[in-house]
C-alpha cells in the first residue's frame, strides 16, 4: 500500500468521524483507486455511503471487495459490514447470511451476535433476537 493511499484514508476516516461525509467519500474513493485491495478504506468508504443514504452502492462496493480481500479477517470485516448496510436497506435476510459467512472467522462473534439481534429485531423473531443478545453479552466480558 502507498503511502499516499495511507494518507487518503486517514483523511478519509477522520473526515467520516467528523461527519463531513462528502469529504469522507472523496478521500476514501482517492484510496481506493490507489489501492483497490485496501480493505479498511473499503470499509470506510462503505459506512460513508450508507450513512449518506446510498446503502446500495455500499453493498456493492463490499460484495466487490470480497473477493480481493486480502485476508480472512478482511473478508469477514466486508462481510460484517455488509451485514450492517444491508439492516440500514432493509434487505434482513441478505444482513443475515452476511452475518453468517462472517461468523465462519474467528474474532468476528460479538459483532456477529449483536448485528443478527439486529436482524431478528428487524424481522420479529424477538426470541431469536434475545439469544443472540445474550451470545453477545456474553462474550464482550
Same mark, same amino acid.
Not at 469522507?24 to 473499503?42: C, I, K, T, V
Given at each position: 500500500?502507498?503511502?499516499?493511499?495511507?494518507?487518503?484514508?486517514?483523511?478519509?476516516?477522520?473526515?467520516?468521524?467528523?461527519?463531513? $461525509?462528502?469529504? #469522507?467519500?472523496?478521500?476514501? =474513493? !482517492? *484510496?481506493?483507486? @490507489?489501492?483497490?485491495?485496501? /480493505?479498511? %478504506?473499503?470499509?470506510?468508504?462503505?459506512?460513508? $455511503?450508507?450513512? #449518506?443514504?446510498?446503502?446500495? =452502492? !455500499? *453493498?456493492?462496493? @463490499?460484495?466487490?471487495?470480497? /473477493?480481493? %480481500?486480502?485476508?480472512?479477517?478482511?473478508?469477514?470485516?466486508?462481510? #460484517?459490514?455488509?451485514?450492517?448496510?444491508?439492516?440500514?436497506?432493509?434487505?434482513?435476510?441478505?444482513?443475515?447470511?452476511?452475518?453468517?459467512?462472517?461468523?465462519?472467522?474467528?474474532n468476528f462473534?460479538?459483532?456477529?451476535?449483536?448485528?443478527?439481534?439486529?436482524?431478528?429485531g428487524k424481522?420479529?423473531?424477538?426470541?431469536?433476537?434475545?439469544?443472540?443478545?445474550?451470545?453477545?453479552?456474553?462474550?464482550?466480558?
Amino acid at each position: 500500500m502507498s503511502s499516499v493511499a495511507r494518507r487518503y484514508l486517514e483523511r478519509g476516516t477522520a473526515a467520516l468521524k467528523g461527519g463531513d $461525509l462528502e469529504s #469522507a467519500q472523496e478521500s476514501l =474513493r !482517492a *484510496a481506493l483507486e @490507489l489501492a483497490p485491495n485496501m /480493505g479498511n %478504506a473499503r470499509v470506510a468508504y462503505a459506512v460513508a $455511503l450508507a450513512r #449518506a443514504g446510498d446503502c446500495p =452502492r !455500499a *453493498a456493492q462496493m @463490499l460484495r466487490a471487495g470480497i /473477493g480481493r %480481500a486480502s485476508s480472512p479477517v478482511s473478508a469477514a470485516a466486508m462481510y #460484517a459490514t455488509l451485514g450492517d448496510v444491508l439492516v440500514m436497506g432493509g434487505d434482513f435476510l441478505g444482513a443475515e447470511d452476511a452475518f453468517h459467512h462472517a461468523l465462519r472467522t474467528p474474532n468476528f462473534e460479538v459483532r456477529v451476535a449483536s448485528g443478527l439481534a439486529r436482524v431478528y429485531g428487524k424481522l420479529g423473531r424477538f426470541a431469536d433476537m434475545a439469544a443472540q443478545l445474550k451470545i453477545a453479552a456474553q462474550l464482550a466480558r
